[in-house]
């Protein structure tokens, strides 16, 4: 059996469930887009004069029904598609504005976010990327560049942000560019839509128009709840996980709405417990992984595709660093969410730091491994085996050849941790987890090439981003 | 006069009993107590006290929040008092705030603009996504002594950029002391952009503003 981890009996479940539609119907929530209220008004939800949409559960369950069970989310080559389903479990690399070099951190530029996409490219348990925020672009530009930035330097599925409509509007253009344009869009449907709720119950002007624009082309829309625990929401985990998932239902609603059938994740999994001394919003923290699991099993309950986050609160690469992001990241893992984020990332989601990532892809292979579980089968049992070796024997001669296949399954290897003696690891340098790491990101980033994109399309994203630049201009 | 226990009030603000400490200051009052003498050796020493266990890491954030609320719910009745009798609180300062136009982050700068009003400062919040206009207009209009720009992402800080370079371009700038804050922002940042202050959490924050104003 493969196990998977329940934080709730199936009463809890629907507990929570109905305390989410209970919310939806007696405090609604708040849609700032007038023409999202309308949208809505024309389904017959209740929407009042201070924007306020009130849901019945009937219409609720009937919408989120529509949702596929499966999302897929596509790459500039096919082959790296990543199949999201809630029995499954995909990583994806970290974000943040600042990349950590030793004990300091200093601000992200276009060239980090081109590295870091190159990185996760190289790195095999990536299996989507995710942007880092260039600071040295001009501001209202910086999620094209991210964009751009990533196109180039991976084949892999990635995501960045949309800052605004002409933003969205411009990566349609340019994920049309790679894929040979918007017919074919909406055919392989590259890029991502992905908008959290503002908490308590407000869905942004800003989050309906992303949503609404990458509908036409069926773009998977990420709709996440994701609350600062304690802040802005209960500080119970029950009640954080009844809020954000009525936040997320209402925005897959409304995406079911205005294109039935569109892929839709539903992410419970990036909330943010504040520490309630200092006011942060951490990350590394235990609870952050207990909600994304508690999240996964109401996802599981919908039938729905859910994502986690391990992540950590420490500044540099250290043990704190290593226990946060084991913990925070088998959590979700055997809650089986279809998606963790956070491979690389530190510091809350500040910063990135490469040597991290390759940690981290360790780390995975180790949880990989706990997820598989125990396989039991007449064959695995290996009674004959035993039979064969008989007593005092072992099981490296040839009486236990028909075990030997299972080698692989079944044990870890490290990739840059050390299990030698001492004798050997002194041998071999003595280094430790960090400095094999920091060796292996640069030769990653000064061997690996991406396959690199067509320059005709390079051009066009070129051209979009002059365009856009002019526009941002003229408006000063 | 009967004697009024100031440390009883200080310790209502310090336990956050909002309830309390009506019926507390409504009989201060009723006893003769001075009112300014009730806030200052009571209340406003409370806030103060709970200001420093917070910054000590002593007390929650909600501990902090209650003690602010419980002040403020202190000074709703004391104030019409100070009025009637004629007197005038030693003004703390006044405060514009907002989150500048591209970000909508606003958890932090609500806790900040809390904390201002428990220690007194009279502040104006203008929300989230204000443009930069709008605090140049309200600047003009309200004369505050701080303006307050919160900014959380590194696509928004540049605002906070913007805002001083008009306000020097309009002869604005020495008008008033500008303090930012927000996660993306940093000391580095504070200075290159010419701020007058910075903070990392609300309650530094109010220590921050004193200070400016001294
Ligand atoms: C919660 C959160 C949200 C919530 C906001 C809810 C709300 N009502 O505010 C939601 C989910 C809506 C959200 C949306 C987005 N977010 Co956000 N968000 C966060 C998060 C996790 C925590 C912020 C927070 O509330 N912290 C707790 C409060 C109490 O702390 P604080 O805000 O820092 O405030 C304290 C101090 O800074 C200071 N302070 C604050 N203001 C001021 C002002 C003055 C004058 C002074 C003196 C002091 C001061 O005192 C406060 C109290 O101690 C941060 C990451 C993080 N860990 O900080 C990302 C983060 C800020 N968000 C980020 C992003 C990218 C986004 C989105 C674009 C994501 C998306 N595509 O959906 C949108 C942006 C929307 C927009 N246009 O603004 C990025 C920014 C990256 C960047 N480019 O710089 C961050 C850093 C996360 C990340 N690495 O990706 N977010």
């Given at each position: 059996m ?13 507990e ?21 209220q ?5 389904v ?56 950590i ?15 870091w ?11 989507f ?11 209202e ?9 990533m196109?180039?330097?991976?084949t892999?599925?990635?995501v ?8 969205v509007?411009?990566?349609?253009e ?18 991502w ?20 624009e990458?509908?036409?082309y069926?773009?998977?829309?990420f709709?996440e709840?994701?609350?600062?625990v ?5 500080v ?11 936040e997320?239902?209402?925005?897959i ?7 039935k ?36 099993q ?10 986690a986050?391990?992540?950590?609160d420490?500044?540099v ?6 226990y946060e ?15 963790i ?7 809350f ?8 990532l ?10 990989k491994r ?5 396989e ?9 085996a ?7 024997g ?8 028909d075990?030997?296949?299972f ?44 396959e ?9 994203m ?15 | ?5 100031f ?8 336990d ?34 709970v ?9 929650f ?26 007197k ?30 428990a ?7 203008l ?24 900014a959380l992402m ?31 922002v940093?000391?580095d940042f ?18 921050k ?6």
């Amino acid at each position: 059996m493969r196990p998977v981890l329940e934080f709730f009996s199936s009463d809890e479940i629907y507990e929570i469930h109905q305390t989410s539609l209970d919310i939806l119907e007696r405090v609604g929530m708040k849609f700032e887009s007038l023409e999202a209220q309308q949208t809505l008004k024309n389904v017959g939800v209740e929407v009042d004069s201070k924007g306020v949409a009130r849901f019945h559960s009937d219409l609720v369950e009937e919408y989120i029904k529509m949702a596929p069970r499966s999302v897929v989310l596509r790459g500039r080559d096919p082959k790296k598609d990543v199949y999201l389903r809630n029995d499954r479990v995909a990583f994806a690399a970290g974000t943040g504005m600042y990349v950590i070099d030793g004990n300091k951190a200093r601000k992200a530029t276009y060239q980090d976010c081109c590295n870091w996409a190159k990185l996760t490219d190289a790195v095999k348990n990536v299996d989507f990327t995710c942007e880092i925020h260039s600071t040295d672009m001009p501001s209202e530009l910086t999620d094209r560049y991210n964009f751009k930035a990533m196109a180039m330097n991976t084949t892999k599925p990635f995501v960045g942000s949309a800052l605004s409509k002409d933003g969205v509007l411009d990566e349609i253009e340019m994920a049309a560019a790679i894929v040979g344009g918007k017919e074919e869009l909406r055919k392989r449907p590259i890029w991502w839509a992905g908008y959290a709720a503002i908490s308590p119950l407000i869905w942004s002007e800003n989050a309906c128009t992303v949503f609404k624009e990458t509908a036409p082309y069926n773009i998977p829309a990420f709709v996440e709840g994701e609350s600062v625990v304690g802040g802005t929401s209960a500080v119970t985990v029950a009640s954080t996980l009844a809020q954000t998932n009525a936040e997320a239902l209402s925005g897959i609603v409304y995406n079911q709405i205005i294109k039935k059938g569109r892929p839709c994740i539903l992410n419970l999994g990036f909330t943010h417990p504040m520490d309630m001394k200092t006011c942060l919003a951490l990350h590394g923290n235990v609870v952050s992984g207990i909600v994304a699991a508690g999240g996964n099993q109401l996802a599981r309950f919908y039938g729905l595709p859910s994502a986690a986050w391990m992540a950590t609160d420490s500044k540099v690469s250290d043990a704190q660093c290593g226990y946060e992001k084991a913990l925070t990241g088998i959590i979700p893992a055997l809650a089986r969410s279809s998606l963790i984020f956070g491979m690389g990332q530190a510091e809350f989601t500040f910063a990135v730091d490469f040597e991290k990532l390759i940690i981290d892809e360790e780390i995975v292979n180790q949880m990989k491994r706990v997820i598989d579980g125990i396989e039991v089968t007449e064959e695995t049992l290996c009674l004959e085996a035993i039979e064969r070796v008989g007593i005092g024997g072992n099981f490296l001669t040839p009486k236990a050849r028909d075990t030997f296949k299972f080698i692989q399954k079944e044990t870890t290897e490290l990739t840059v941790g050390d299990r030698n003696t001492r004798e050997k690891w002194l041998e071999a340098g003595g280094k430790d987890i960090g400095q094999k790491a920091r060796e292996k990101v640069n030769e990653i980033l000064t061997t690996h090439e991406p396959e690199p994109l067509d320059k005709d399309i390079i051009k066009k994203m070129d051209e979009i981003i002059e365009n856009a630049k002019k526009k941002v201009e003229a408006k000063k | 006069m009967m004697s009024v226990n100031f440390e009883e009030l200080s310790k209502l603000v310090i336990d956050g009993d909002t309830d309390a400490i009506k019926s507390a200051v409504k009989n201060a009052i009723n006893d003769g107590a001075d009112p300014l003498e009730i806030v200052d050796k009571g209340l406003a020493k409370g806030i103060r006290t709970v200001g420093e266990k917070y910054g000590k890491g002593e007390i929650f954030l909600t501990e902090l929040l209650m003690g602010a609320e419980a002040m403020k719910a202190g000074m709703e009745i004391i104030n019409p008092e100070i009025q009637k009798q004629k007197k005038e609180l030693k003004k703390v300062g006044t405060v514009v705030i907002g989150t500048v136009s591209g970000d909508i982050h606003d958890l932090g700068k609500n806790i900040v603009t809390a904390l201002f009003s428990a220690h007194g400062f009279d502040v104006t919040d203008l929300g989230v996504d204000v443009p930069n206009e709008k605090f140049i207009d309200k600047l003009k209009e309200l004369k505050p002594d701080i303006l307050g720009l919160s900014a959380l992402m590194t696509s928004t800080i540049t605002k906070q950029r913007d805002i001083i370079n008009t306000l020097k371009e309009t002869g604005l700038r020495d008008k008033v002391k500008v303090m930012v804050g927000g996660a993306a922002v940093n000391e580095d940042f504070v200075r290159e952009i010419g701020a007058d202050g910075y903070a990392e959490n609300a309650n530094d924050a109010v220590i921050k503003a004193k200070d400016l104003l001294k």
